[in-house]
């Protein structure tokens, strides 16, 4: 192995370690939660909600059994570790997979229905429109069986067909335990459910650059595999999609636009839908520790625009009219929404009338996809002087922390997160008991 490779390896290593310290302590804590998996459950956990999407429609998250890789630290910016430990057994752990799609099918009206908001024009193509996820990943065997999987394919299924609409399921899966799904015995049984649900399977990516996909993000994800899984999608009919993640540490903020703008084109090169995450701020994570810490700040409302922005000039170059050609996660993080998101974040440059004309264009934006809703925001916040300390801002960090290479920024990060770990603890623990008196 060459020193480049060692040192690669072991900064991996390390940030696991750290993940792996935040996350006991979180579980520690989600013992004390209501043990929601007695219950059918549709999509809400710790307060989240089904409306908290990656669109104007409905996401249910199936909590099963917890993400292997959220135990394994990976995933730095990941907090799904906060769904509460459960003390079912481990079958019945399992089985709310079918306990719970019941639920959703026994208040269709209510929660699939009554939560589209489209206000685009696939809204006359697609009766219904919504996500379906654990966790972590539909497909892997540590949270759903094949057999629980089957089962609740088939509930949709059925109840799809008996209503006789016409749906588009986006299906949430990591890239390993698809392509293990598409070379086993289950995909003859699920791949007609997934075509009579017209799915698209958006898979965890984060990012198309190998560093801040696997050493920041810490994905554990090789684009041969990413690759691999499209391809054999693209022979069989199935439209992919993948998360791009833009709330990277160590990285300056017009590192981040390109970093997403990069991934934007390489995903639609291949055409792949590219759903855009903006930073989810969760506590016991370790972009939370290094915000504490002054390390990290979240990016401002103006990156987020010019994201959007390049995200939207790119995919219209493919876009078709039967489909989306880009999805956008909820603004504000969550499920659950974190206390602090890039709106309220105290450290952005962006003033709050600038912040506001943002957030509420790029609301809209995600209900309707009218991106001509962009060239009025870029208008209204164009003459404010925040404008100018914005771009101030830019020049300097690229100037001073962009001057750094970025291993050596990671690295610095990463050590110093390995010292302040305890005092960070410390003060979650201070932070909780305060909350609870
Ligand atoms: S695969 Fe998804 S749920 Fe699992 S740790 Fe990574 S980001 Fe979190
Ligand atoms: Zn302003």
Redesign the pocket.
């Known amino acids: 192995m060459s020193k480049l490779n060692a040192d690669y390896e072991n900064l991996v290593k390390r940030t696991q370690a750290i993940n792996r310290r935040l996350r006991i302590e979180l579980f520690k804590i989600s013992e004390k939660l209501p043990d929601i998996r007695r219950k059918p459950f549709f999509g809400q956990f710790v307060n989240g909600m089904a409306t908290e999407s990656l669109g104007p429609f409905p996401e249910f998250i199936l909590p099963t059994h917890p993400?292997?890789?959220?135990l394994q630290g990976?995933?730095s910016?990941?907090?799904?570790s906060k769904v509460p430990m459960s003390s079912l057994s481990r079958e019945d752990i399992y089985n709310s997979l079918v306990v719970q799609t019941q639920y959703i099918i026994e208040h269709f009206d209510e929660i699939v229905i009554g939560f589209q908001s489209r206000e685009d024009s696939l809204k006359n193509k697609f009766d219904v429109t919504f996500c379906y996820a654990c966790?972590?990943?539909l497909f892997s065997d540590a949270e759903t069986t094949q057999s629980t999987r089957k089962q609740a394919f088939q509930m949709l299924a059925d109840e799809i067909e008996k209503r006789n609409l016409r749906p588009l399921t986006y299906i949430e899966t990591?890239v390993t335990d698809y392509l293990d799904f598409l070379s086993s015995n289950e995909f003859d049984i699920i791949f007609p459910l997934l075509k009579k649900l017209n799915a698209v399977i958006c898979f965890?990516f984060e990012s198309a650059n190998d560093v801040t996909r696997n050493l920041i993000y810490l994905?554990n994800l090789s684009l041969i595999d990413f690759e691999k899984a499209v391809e054999i999608n693209t022979k069989l009919g199935v439209q992919s999609a993948a998360f791009l993640y833009s709330g990277f540490h160590s990285m300056t903020q017009n590192e981040v636009i390109n970093d997403v703008t990069n991934s934007v084109a390489y995903l639609t090169s291949k055409r792949v839908m590219p759903i855009i995450m903006y930073p989810n701020l969760q506590e016991y994570t370790l972009p939370h520790l290094l915000y504490q810490a002054g390390r990290y700040n979240l990016i401002d409302p103006r990156t987020a625009l010019k994201i959007f922005e390049n995200t939207d000039a790119i995919t219209k170059r493919i876009a078709q009219d039967n489909r989306d050609f880009w999805l956008m996660g909820d603004l504000f993080g969550g499920p659950p929404a974190p206390p602090t998101n890039f709106f309220n974040n105290k450290h952005k440059i962006t003033c709050s009338c600038c912040t506001e004309n943002i957030r509420n264009a790029l609301q809209q934006i995600r209900k309707s996809h009218d991106s001509s809703l962009l060239n009025f925001c870029k208008k209204s916040i164009s003459s404010c002087e925040c404008q100018l300390k914005y771009r101030d801002m830019l020049i300097e960090e690229d100037l001073t922390y962009g001057r750094k290479d970025i291993i050596e920024r990671i690295s610095e990060n990463i050590e110093f997160a390995e010292q302040y770990c305890a005092d960070y603890l410390n003060y979650m623990h201070k932070k909780e008991k305060a909350q609870e008196c």
């Open positions: 993400c292997s890789r959220t990976y995933c910016p990941c907090f799904f966790n972590g990943s990591c965890g994905k």
